[in-house]
C-alpha cells in the first residue's frame, strides 16, 4: 500500500514538472499577454519596450522558465498582473481555495441529498413512470447551459421574490470576522450567527446551478448499483432466508451500492474544485474559478499558472484518495 | 463484510450540514447592516465595481477602478470642476506661472492635514514631488506610467525630465520648476495619480519600494495603508469577500461628507452588475452596457451620462498599405462611411459625429471644421482617380471588447464595412481578443486599418493630438511613413511649449484643421458619453467626463 | 467498467483470419488445435453473443426514455437537414433593421410573419433557430467526430502497445484532464489566428480527446488479455491486425455511448464558449450556442432572445443524453440479467 501511494505520489511529481513546462510555453504561445493587459490604449512600442523589461519579459524563453522554477521552489510563484495586483499568485490561490471548497461542498452535499435516495427510490421502482421521470429529470440539468440556469436562478429568486442575494459570498453590511475563510464555519466559530445564515443564503443559488451535474451522476451511479447489488446472490438469499425487507435494504442493498457511489461522490468532489469556471463567474463568487476566469481575460499568468498547476495536484490527489479508499472499502482489491 | 466504515463520509456531511443549517436557523433573518441615525438616509452607499482596486496608492496606478476609490481618497494641488473637465484649486488655492512659463507657484490651502495628523504644507508637497521623480528601475518602467506620461522621465535621467524640482519658498507656498514651458501645466497636475499623500506614512510604509515578482509588481506595505487628504478613508479592503469600505473622514477641511461609509463591491460580470441593481443590493454602478440604458431607465433607475471625452477613431497604416499613402484613398475611406447613421444606430444617446481628434471642451478644438459628409459617389471618384479602385483593406476590430468609446466594436465595425463595401472596397475581416493580440497587432503595425480611441485623461489638446501624433518613430499611424509626418510632429511640440493660452490654443486649431483636411493620418469618428447608473434613491452624484466622481456628496435615502 | 461488451460476439472473426493465416504460420499444426477449441468457443457463445445485442434492442424499444431521446434527436437531425426549405425567411438578412432603434426599441417585438420577432440586427428570429439547427448539429457532430479521431489515437497506442507507451500517453491524458475543460478550449479558441466556427469546433474537440483516449485503453486493456486475443497472438496474427481488427471493435460500445453523450456537451459548450467571447464571431450562419451567447447582453431586458435558443439546447442536449444514456444502460452486460 505505502509503496503504491509513494509510486502514484511520485508520478504526481513528474506530471506537475511536465505540466509547468507545457503551460509555460503555452501561455507564452497565446497571442497578445500581460503588457498589453496592463496598458490598454496607453499601449505604445516605447511603453511596451519599457514594461516588457521591467517584467523580465524581453528575456530567452528558457531564462524565464529558469527564473519561475527557482522562484517557484522557495514557494513565490509571482505577483499577480490582473486578479489582485501585487499579491503573490499562490497567496491568491491560498485565500480564494476556501470559497471554492465551500461552494463544492454545498454542491455535493445537495446533489448526495437529493440523488442517493432518489435513485434508490428510482431502482427499487425501476422502469415505472417514476423512475423514468427522475432519469429525464435528472438529466435536464445537464442539458441546461450553466450561465443561462444561473441567470433563472437568480431572475426569480433573488431580483423577482427578493429571497436570496444575486451574487457574492456575503452581504457588505455585514461586519464579519475572518478566521478560516470559509465564511460559514467562520460564522459558527465566532458565533456570528448572522454572517453565517448570511453566508449559507449567498451559497443556494450558486451551489444549485452547479450541484446540477453531480446530482446527475450521483443518481445514475446510485440506481445502477442499487440494481446491481438486487440482483446479487447475497440479497437473494437474503430474502430467501425470510430477513425483513428494511433489514435487507438497510444492510444489505443500500450499503453494499455504496461503494461505487463513495467513488463517484469523491471523483465529482474533484471536479467541482477544478471545474467552476462558469457558475463562479456569474455569481461574482470569489473562488478559483473566478479567479481562473480572470486572470485568462486579464493574462495574468503568474495566478493562471499556479492556478492550473493546484489544479493538477488537486485531480492527482483526489484520484489518489479515491484509490485508497476503494483499497481500504474493499479488501478485494488491496489484495491485486 | 465490513460495511459500516463506507457509509461515513455521507453521514458526516450530511451532520454537517445538518448542523450547520440548524445553528443557522436559530437566528434572525439577516439585517441589512445599516441602522441609520435617525435621519432618512442610509448610512453606506454601496457601488457595484467591475474590478479590484490594483492597490491604494494612486501614484503607481493605472486603471480607473483604483482611481475610483482613491479619488474619494486623495486629493491633488489642482482639482476638477465637479461636472467638467476643467480645474479648479484643490489643496493649492492659486497657481502662477513665472513669465516663461517654466516656474509654477502654488499657494497652499491652510489648515489642511493628512488622516495621521501631519500637517500639509511647502515641504509636504515638495517631498511628494520628489519621492514620484525619485523611481527604481522597476517602478519607472510600468507602474509609474502617468508620471512618465507627463514628465517623460525620472531620476536616473533627470535631464530629460521636465520636472526639474520643487521648493518651498514659504511653510505655504512651494515652486516647482520645469524644463519647458508646456500645455501640460497645470492640468496635468489634475491627475489622481499625483494626489498628495502624507511624507511621514510613505516614509514608514517604504512607499517607494516597488519590486519585481516574477511577471507582476510587487508594492510596498504603504500601498495597502495610504495616508490622504481627502473627505475619506481606507477602513478596510476585504480581499476574501471582494469589498473596499471607505469611512468619513471627520477631520476633513472641505465640507464634510453627507454619507458616513462607502462600500465598493467587486463584481467583475456585467449583467450580474445590472442584477445586484435591479435587486436593490448595490446602489449603483458604473459604465452600464448602452444595450442596458433604456432597461434601467424604465426600472427607475437614474441614467447619469457624462459629456464624451473621448474619441473613436479608424486607424490607418499607410507603411502596412501603400495605397494609404495617397491623401485621396484616405478621405475617400472618409467620405464614404455613414458616420450619421452610425451615431444614431450603433452609439449610445449623445453621442456625436467627430470633426476632429479631440472632443469641443477641449482648448484647440476647431470650431469651424465641418465633418465630412456622407458621400459615397464622391469616394468612389476619389478612389478611381487615385487608381484605388476596388483595392483591398486589411480591417480589423477587438472582438471581446467594450470601451467608453465603442461600446459595442462588433456592431460599429459591421456598419463601417458594409460602407466601405458599398464603395467597392474589398475589407478583409480581421479580429483578435483586445488582450488577446489585437492591441499588440496594432501596435506592430499588423493592420491596415483598425478601431481604436482614446478617453483623456485631463483636459488638454497635447493629452489627445499629442499622444497620437506627436512620437514620430513610434505611433500606431506610422506618420513617418507619409510626407507630413515629421512637420506634424514639430507642430505638436511647438504648440505644446506656448505659454500664452490664446495663442496656443489658435495653434491647435490650426493642427486640428491640418489634421483633417491636409493630413488626414486617420479617420476620427464619433465621442461616445459613457454613464453611470444610480437608484432613484441617490441623490448628489455629478456625472464627471474625465470619470472623476466623488461621493462625498452623494445621499442615498432608506 | 472493464470490458462491458462480450468479446465473445467477435471470436467469428478469428475464426475466419485463423483460418486464413493458418496455412502460411510456420506452427501450422499447433494453429490447427488452437483453432478448433477457439472455434467451439466462439460457436458455444455465439447465441449468447447475439442476445447481448438483441436483448439490449429490445429492451431500448421498450424503454420511454430511449425512445423520447430517440424521436428528439431524430427530429433534430430531420430539422437540420431540412432547414433551409422549412425557414420562412432568410436568416441572413436584416429584413426588419428598421424598427431596431437601440436607444429606444433594440429588439424588434412579435409581429405578423415573425412570431418570435427579430434580434438587434433585424434578423428573423424564428428562421434563425430553425437554420441555425445545421450549424449546431455540424459543432455537435465535428466536434466529437475529431474529439473522438484524437483519443483513438491514443487510446490505441496506449491501450494497444502498454509498457512505456502506455505510461507516456497516459500521463499526457492526465495533464489534459487536469485543466479545466473550459479553459482548456477557451485558451484553444484564443490561439487561434481568425476566430471562426472551426475554432470552436476544434476547441471542443481537443477537451474530449483525454475521455476517448481513457475509455479506449480502459476497453483495450481489459482485452489485452482476454481469450480472443491472447488466441490470435497465438496464431501469429500481427500485432496491428490484432488491435484494428479484433480489439478496436469490441471496444468501441462504450465510445458510441460516450459520443452521444459528448455530442450533447459539445453542443452546450459552444454556447459556453460564445458567452465568453471566445466563439465565432461571424453571425450570418446562426448557430444556437452563438445566438445564446449573444443574447447575453440583452438577456435582462429582452429575456426572451435568450430563451429561445437556450430552450432549443437544452431539448436538443436532454434528447442525446438521453439517448446515451439508455444506450449506456443498454449495453452494460451487468445489466442483463
Known amino acids: 500500500m505505502l509503496r503504491f501511494i509513494l509510486r502514484r505520489l511520485l508520478q504526481m511529481v513528474g506530471v506537475v514538472i511536465v505540466l509547468s513546462m507545457l503551460v509555460f510555453l503555452w501561455l507564452r504561445s497565446l497571442p497578445g499577454g500581460t503588457v498589453s493587459a496592463m496598458l490598454g490604449e496607453r499601449a505604445t512600442p516605447a511603453r511596451r519596450a519599457a514594461l516588457e523589461k521591467a517584467l523580465g519579459l524581453d528575456q530567452p524563453i528558457y531564462v524565464q522558465y529558469w527564473e519561475f522554477v527557482k522562484r517557484a521552489l522557495q514557494g513565490k510563484f509571482g505577483a499577480s498582473t490582473g486578479v489582485q495586483a501585487g499579491t503573490d499568485a499562490f497567496d491568491i490561490f491560498m485565500q480564494r481555495f476556501p470559497a471554492t471548497i465551500e461552494l463544492a461542498l454545498f454542491s455535493i452535499v445537495l446533489a448526495i441529498i437529493v440523488g442517493i435516495p432518489l435513485g434508490y427510490l428510482a431502482a427499487r421502482r425501476r422502469a415505472s413512470w417514476f423512475d423514468n421521470l427522475s432519469v429525464v429529470g435528472s438529466l435536464i440539468g445537464v442539458a441546461v447551459p450553466v450561465f443561462f440556469l444561473a441567470f433563472l436562478l437568480k431572475y426569480f429568486f433573488a431580483i423577482q421574490l427578493h429571497w436570496l442575494p444575486v451574487s457574492g459570498r456575503q452581504d457588505s453590511g455585514i461586519d464579519a470576522t475572518r478566521v478560516t475563510g470559509f465564511f460559514v464555519l467562520d460564522g459558527v466559530l465566532t458565533r456570528e450567527w448572522d454572517s453565517a445564515w448570511d453566508a449559507i443564503k449567498h451559497l443556494i443559488l450558486p451551489g444549485l446551478a452547479l450541484a446540477t451535474i453531480p446530482f446527475a451522476v450521483i443518481f445514475r451511479i446510485t440506481r445502477a448499483a442499487v440494481l446491481d447489488v438486487m440482483d446479487e446472490d447475497y440479497v437473494r438469499t437474503a430474502e430467501s432466508k425470510g430477513l425483513t425487507r428494511r433489514v435487507i435494504r438497510g444492510r444489505h442493498v443500500l450499503r453494499n451500492a455504496l461503494l461505487p457511489v463513495v467513488t463517484t461522490i469523491g471523483l465529482q468532489t474533484g471536479g467541482l474544485l477544478v471545474g467552476a469556471v462558469l457558475t463562479e463567474r456569474v455569481f461574482s463568487w470569489g473562488g478559483l474559478g473566478e479567479a481562473t476566469a480572470l486572470s485568462f481575460e486579464r493574462r495574468d499568468y503568474a495566478v493562471l499558472q499556479v492556478l492550473l498547476l493546484m489544479f493538477a495536484i488537486t485531480f492527482v490527489v483526489i484520484n489518489l484518495l479515491v484509490d ?13 | 463484510m465490513k460495511l459500516t466504515r463506507k457509509a461515513t463520509p455521507v453521514v458526516l456531511a450530511t451532520t454537517l450540514a445538518l448542523t450547520l443549517a440548524a445553528c443557522a436557523q436559530s437566528n434572525r433573518d439577516s439585517g441589512s447592516g445599516s441602522s441609520g441615525s435617525g435621519s432618512n438616509n442610509k448610512d453606506t452607499i454601496t457601488f457595484g465595481a467591475a474590478g479590484a482596486p490594483e492597490l491604494f496608492d494612486p501614484f503607481y496606478a493605472t486603471d480607473g477602478e483604483t482611481f475610483r476609490v482613491t479619488r474619494q481618497m486623495m486629493e491633488g494641488l489642482v482639482g476638477i470642476k465637479p461636472g467638467t473637465a476643467d480645474i479648479e484649486p484643490e489643496l493649492a488655492t492659486k497657481w502662477e506661472a513665472s513669465s516663461d512659463g517654466k ?19 511647502a515641504a509636504a508637497v515638495c517631498y511628494n514631488f520628489e519621492r514620484m521623480f525619485d523611481q527604481n528601475e522597476v517602478a519607472a518602467g510600468g507602474p509609474a506610467g502617468y508620471w512618465a506620461d507627463v514628465m517623460g522621465s525620472f531620476k536616473s535621467d533627470a535631464k530629460n525630465a521636465l520636472y526639474q524640482g520643487c521648493t518651498a519658498k514659504d511653510d505655504m507656498t512651494a515652486v516647482i520648476k520645469i524644463s519647458r514651458p508646456t500645455s501640460k501645466f497645470p492640468t496635468a497636475l489634475s491627475l489622481d495619480s499625483f494626489s498628495m499623500q502624507s511624507p511621514k506614512a510613505l516614509k514608514a510604509g517604504d512607499a517607494n519600494n516597488v519590486t519585481k515578482q516574477g511577471e507582476g509588481f510587487g508594492y510596498p506595505a504603504y500601498s495597502k495603508n495610504p495616508v490622504g487628504t481627502g473627505p475619506y478613508k481606507l477602513e478596510k479592503f476585504d480581499e476574501a469577500n471582494k469589498t473596499v469600505t471607505l469611512v468619513a473622514n471627520d477631520s476633513y477641511w472641505g465640507e464634510k461628507p453627507k454619507t458616513k461609509k462607502i462600500v465598493f463591491k467587486i463584481i467583475p460580470d456585467e449583467s450580474t452588475r445590472r442584477q445586484e441593481l435591479e435587486a436593490g443590493s448595490i446602489d449603483g454602478y458604473d459604465l452600464p452596457n448602452p444595450a442596458d440604458w433604456k432597461g434601467l431607465k424604465d426600472s427607475g433607475n437614474q441614467l447619469l451620462i457624462r459629456p464624451a471625452f473621448n474619441i ?16 485621396k484613398v484616405r478621405q475617400a475611406l472618409y467620405y464614404a462611411m455613414n458616420r450619421d447613421q452610425l451615431v444614431k444606430t450603433q452609439l449610445p444617446e449623445g453621442a456625436m459625429v467627430a470633426t476632429q481628434f479631440m472632443p469641443e471642451t477641449v482648448a484647440g478644438y476647431n470650431k469651424s471644421l465641418q465633418a465630412y459628409p456622407y458621400d459615397p459617389e464622391k469616394a468612389k471618384s476619389l478612389l478611381k482617380e487615385a487608381g484605388a479602385e476596388g483595392m483591398t483593406l486589411n480591417f480589423a476590430y477587438p472582438s471581446d471588447v467594450s470601451r467608453p468609446y465603442m461600446p459595442n466594436p462588433q456592431k460599429i465595425y459591421e456598419a463601417l464595412r458594409g460602407d466601405l463595401e458599398k464603395v467597392g472596397i474589398k475589407v478583409n475581416v480581421s479580429t483578435k481578443p483586445w488582450n488577446g493580440g489585437y492591441l499588440d497587432t496594432v501596435d506592430n503595425g499588423g493592420y491596415d486599418a483598425w478601431l481604436l480611441g482614446w478617453t483623456g485623461d485631463y483636459n488638454s489638446a497635447d493629452n489627445f493630438i499629442g499622444t497620437f501624433f506627436s512620437n514620430l518613430k ?16 514639430k507642430d505638436l511640440e511647438a504648440a505644446d511649449s506656448i505659454v500664452d493660452e490664446g495663442q496656443r490654443s489658435a495653434a491647435y486649431e490650426k493642427i486640428n484643421q491640418q489634421i483633417q483636411e491636409d493630413y488626414l493620418p486617420g479617420l476620427a469618428i464619433s465621442h461616445s458619453p459613457p454613464a453611470l447608473v444610480v437608484s432613484d434613491k441617490v441623490k448628489g452624484l455629478v456625472p464627471s467626463p474625465l470619470t472623476a466622481e466623488t461621493f462625498s456628496t452623494v445621499t442615498v435615502s432608506k | 467498467m472493464p470490458n462491458p461488451l462480450n468479446p465473445k460476439t467477435r471470436k467469428q472473426r478469428i475464426d475466419d483470419l485463423a483460418a486464413s493465416t493458418a496455412g502460411k504460420g510456420p506452427a501450422g499444426g499447433g494453429v490447427a488445435v488452437a483453432e478448433r477449441s477457439v472455434a467451439d468457443a466462439g460457436h458455444v457463445e455465439e447465441s449468447a453473443g447475439v442476445s447481448l445485442i438483441a436483448s439490449a434492442w429490445r429492451r431500448l424499444r421498450g424503454n420511454p426514455v430511449f425512445l423520447l431521446g430517440a424521436t428528439i434527436s431524430a427530429l433534430f437531425v430531420l430539422l437540420a437537414i431540412f432547414s433551409p426549405l422549412l425557414a420562412p425567411h432568410d436568416p441572413t438578412a436584416r429584413l426588419l433593421i428598421d424598427q431596431v432603434r437601440p436607444q429606444s426599441n433594440p429588439i424588434p417585438g412579435s409581429q405578423p410573419g415573425y412570431p418570435l420577432g427579430a434580434d438587434s440586427v433585424g434578423r428573423d428570429i424564428l428562421s434563425r433557430l430553425i437554420v441555425g439547427s445545421r450549424q449546431t448539429l455540424i459543432v455537435g457532430v465535428l466536434a466529437t467526430l475529431f474529439g473522438f479521431a484524437g483519443g483513438l489515437t491514443l487510446g490505441t497506442l496506449s491501450g494497444a502497445f502498454g509498457g512505456w507507451v502506455d505510461s507516456l500517453v497516459m500521463r499526457l491524458v492526465d495533464v489534459m484532464l487536469s485543466i479545466p475543460s473550459l479553459l ?8 487561434a489566428s481568425k476566430p471562426s466556427q472551426w475554432t470552436v469546433i476544434i476547441a471542443i474537440a481537443v477537451v474530449q480527446v483525454p475521455i476517448f483516449a481513457r475509455l479506449l485503453r480502459g476497453s483495450l486493456l481489459a482485452q489485452r488479455s482476454s481469450d480472443h486475443v491472447l488466441a490470435a497472438r497465438a496464431l501469429g496474427v500481427k500485432r496491428s491486425a490484432i488491435v484494428f481488427r479484433h480489439m478496436l471493435p469490441n471496444a468501441l460500445g462504450p465510445v458510441i455511448v460516450q459520443a452521444t453523450l459528448v455530442l450533447a456537451g459539445a453542443i452546450i459548450d459552444a454556447a459556453a464558449l460564445s458567452f465568453l467571447g471566445v466563439g465565432n464571431p461571424d453571425d450570418r450562419q446562426p448557430e444556437w450556442g452563438q445566438m445564446l451567447g449573444a443574447a447575453q447582453e440583452y438577456i435582462y431586458d429582452h429575456p426572451a432572445l435568450a430563451v429561445w435558443p437556450a430552450l432549443c439546447i437544452i431539448i436538443v442536449a436532454l434528447g442525446f443524453t438521453l439517448m446515451g444514456e439508455s444506450l449506456r444502460e443498454a449495453l452494460d452486460p451487468k445489466s442483463r440479467r
Open chain 2, 312 to 327: 473613436l477613431y479608424v486607424g490607418l497604416n499607410p507603411a502596412k498599405n501603400p495605397k494609404l499613402k495617397d491623401l
Open chain 3, 184 to 191: 482548456l478550449a477557451v485558451s484553444i479558441a484564443a490561439l
Open chain 2, 474 to 489: 513610434a505611433n500606431d499611424f506610422h506618420t513617418s511613413a507619409t510626407s507630413y509626418g515629421a512637420q506634424l510632429t
Open chain 1, 324 to 336: 485508497i479508499a476503494y483499497a481500504v472499502i474493499d479488501p478485494r482489491i488491496r489484495t491485486r
Open chain 2, 103 to 121: 516656474e509654477w507657484t502654488f499657494t497652499l490651502r491652510e489648515g489642511v492635514k493628512f488622516w495621521d495628523g501631519e500637517p500639509f504644507n
